[in-house]
């Protein structure tokens, strides 16, 4: 069975702090690993990720997948309120578009 | 970029009448979406894809007469959850993926359903 676990669950920080998210999956014929970032509906993409080491960004957000360890890291630089949210990372695997979530991390970003 | 109009986005209703939630990829065609449920404080669970033109597949543990799916065009899916139940209450979402995989996949905006 499909599995993916994020951690820390949740995270209190103030606003200029870095943060790391974490999420690792043991999934069945491994196609990528997604990140989301749910407020209060729908989840909204931030990156997809399917090459090992190859690190992606957009604006303070970076990740980076590990193939081998089979895990993935999310970062935060110098957060801000409206970085609070659940954090939520996926993995696609045998099947195409069915996608496995992780629990999620809480992430409150306090001023 | 990729948008997917999910609705209603709330609703409540009475047990046992039935509840029709429509996803529709608006600039994109998409022939498969995957209808996902997630409770409170919990994560997104796959309940199943839908094919268009054809039946859907769910996932162990669903029951596939309760949650009815139809995907009869390339832009649209449903949802019916039928004779529902207090228990079915949730967030219901589904998503799509629109052409190219750099951009994921795009989730409607979700259908929160309270059943009294």
């Known amino acids: 069975e499909d599995k993916v676990v994020q951690s820390p669950l949740s995270l209190v920080v103030h606003e200029g702090d870095t943060v790391t998210l974490n999420c690792s999956y043991e999934v069945t014929n491994f196609r990528s690993l997604l990140w989301y970032k749910q407020e209060k509906k729908a989840p909204t993409f931030l990156f997809m990720l399917t090459s090992s080491g190859i690190e992606k960004k957009s604006g303070r957000l970076s990740s980076i997948l590990d193939k081998k360890e089979l895990f993935s890291i999310l970062n935060i630089t110098a957060t801000q309120t409206g970085d609070s949210a659940v954090y939520l990372c996926?993995?696609?695997?045998?099947?195409?578009?069915?996608?496995?979530f992780g629990q999620g991390t809480i992430l409150t970003v306090h001023p | 970029g990729a948008v997917v109009s999910q609705h209603p986005s709330w609703v409540i209703c009475k047990s046992g009448t039935s509840v029709k939630i429509e996803c529709r990829s608006l600039?994109?065609?998409?022939?498969?979406m995957f209808w996902y449920r997630q409770f409170p404080k919990q994560s997104l669970m796959l309940m199943a894809t839908s094919n268009e033109g054809s039946k859907a597949t769910y996932e162990q543990g669903v029951e596939k007469d309760k949650f009815l799916i139809n995907h009869a065009s390339l832009t649209l899916s449903t949802l019916t959850v039928t004779s529902a139940h207090p228990e079915d209450s949730s967030f219901y979402i589904c998503s799509a993926r629109a052409g190219t995989a750099h951009y994921g996949y795009t989730f409607g905006s979700g259908t929160r359903l309270t059943v009294v």
């Open positions: 600039d994109f065609q998409a022939t498969t």
């Open positions: 996926a993995a696609e695997g045998t099947s195409y578009g069915k996608l496995t």
